[in-house]
C-alpha cells in the first residue's frame, strides 16, 4: 500500500506528489490564503484507497477524483466567497494538468468545525486525510466521534445515494446495450455505480451493527466477522467491489448488465433489513417498509429533519397532493426520495408511490418514465 492509493505505483506517486506541491503554491500565490486555515485531500486518494487504471500504452492513471477540503479562519462571509471562487478556478486549472476532476469543497470556518454534527463524510475526513497546505492540526479541535456509533440516519443517506446511483447504471445501460461499440466512460460509470452500491449494502449492515470504521479492508473483516446470513449473502460480491475500488476493470455490457440485476436483488435485500433494523421486525418487505415510514423515521437524527417549521413550507410547495402527504409533512422532503426509490427500482415489487411534483418541470411522478422529475427532485433535497 503506497500513500495514496491501496496498489504501489511509485510513478504514479511521484505524479501526485508533484501535483499537489504544485496545487499548494498557487494557493499560496492567491491573496485569498490570509483567510485560510487548511487546504486537505480528502476522498479515496486522502485516505490511501484511491485509484489507479492502466491506459491504452501502459501507463498508469488515477482512476477517481481529486476531493478537497478548505478550512478558513473565522472571517466574513464575504471573504468565503472569494475563497470558494479562487479555489474554483485552480480546480478548473488542474482538472486540464491531471486528468480527472480535482475538485474544492465550499470552505468551513474553523467555528463551524468545531460544531459540526457525527456524520460519515467529515468523520472518515478527520481520520484519514493529507494536509497540503496551512495548519497540520487543523481537525484537532473538531468532535472526534466514534465511526463504529454512526448514527442511523447516516446509514440512510448511503442507502439513499447508492440506490440512485444504482438507478443512474440501470437507465445508462438501457441504451448503452443497443450500441454496437459502447464507449469506455459510459461502461465504466456503469461498473463504478454498481460497485459503489455493493460497498454500500455492506456498510450499512456495519451501521446496523454498531461495527463501522476503518478502511475498506477492514470493513470486509468485519463482516466476515458478523457471520450473518445477510452478510454472508454479498461477501463475495463486497470483496469483488474493494478489488474495483483499488484497480477498476469494466468488463463488456452484458457482463455488466448481467451483474445489474444480480447487485439489484442484493440492494432490495438490503433496504429492507435496513428498514427492518430502523423501524421494526414488521418490515420484511418493500410495500411494508412503506407502510412503516408513517410510523418511523430513518433519517430521525438528521439535523436537518428538526426544523419543522421549514419542512412543512418545503413539503407545501414541492410535495402537492402526495398520498398521505400530511404524514410526512414535518419531515424533510428527502425521506420522501428514499420511499419512492424502490418504486423506480423494483417497479413491479413496490406499491403505493409518493407522487412526486417538481414545479418548473411540469412533472408528476409515480411511474417509471419519470425518472428525470425523481432527479430533479434528489439534486434539490439530497
Known sequence: MSKYTEKQCTELEDKLDKWLIEIAAEISKMPESTNIEAVVLGGSYGCGEGGIVQGEDGTMHLYNDLDFFVICRNVSRKRIVAVN?????????????????????????????????????????????TVIWGNNDVFQNMPNYDLSRLPLAEGAKLLLNRGVGLLLAE???????????????????????????????????????????????ERL?????????????FLPLYK??????????WGNVEELYDLLQYIKKIYKKSYISFMRHTMGSC?????????????????????????????????????????????????????RLLLVLPCLLFASDAKNCYIIVVPEMGHKFGELQNLQAFMEFWNRFN
Not at 190 to 214: E, H, P, S
Not at 221 to 233: G, M, P, R, T, Y
Request: hydrophobic share 40%; proline share 4%.
Open 221 to 233: 473483516k468485519k463482516l466476515v466477522e458478523l457471520n450473518d446470513s445477510q452478510s454472508i449473502d
Open 85 to 129: 471562487n479562487a479555489m474554483e478556478r485552480i480546480g478548473k486549472d488542474f482538472t486540464c494538468i491531471v486528468g480527472v476532476d480535482v475538485d474544492f469543497s465550499p470552505a468551513k470556518t474553523m467555528k463551524k468545525l468545531r460544531k459540526l454534527p457525527f456524520g460519515m463524510m467529515w468523520q472518515e475526513l478527520r481520520e484519514g486525510h
Open 171 to 217: 437507465n445508462r445501460i438501457k441504451w448503452v446495450r443497443h450500441i454496437e461499440h459502447p464507449d469506455a466512460e459510459d461502461l465504466n460509470f456503469i461498473a463504478r455505480n454498481l460497485w459503489k452500491a455493493v460497498l454500500a449494502c455492506g456498510d450499512c449492515a456495519l451501521i446496523t451493527k454498531g461495527a463501522y470504521g476503518g478502511n475498506v479492508s
Open 283 to 335: 418490515v420484511n418487505s418493500l410495500e411494508a417498509a412503506q407502510k412503516a415510514f408513517y410510523m418511523r423515521n430513518p433519517f430521525k437524527k438528521d439535523p436537518g429533519e428538526n426544523n419543522y417549521l421549514k419542512n412543512i413550507i418545503l413539503n407545501l410547495i414541492y410535495c402537492r397532493k402526495a398520498l398521505c402527504s400530511f404524514r410526512l409533512i414535518n419531515r424533510y422532503p428527502r425521506c
Open 240 to 249: 469483488k467491489a474493494i478489488a474495483f475500488k483499488h484497480s477498476p476493470e
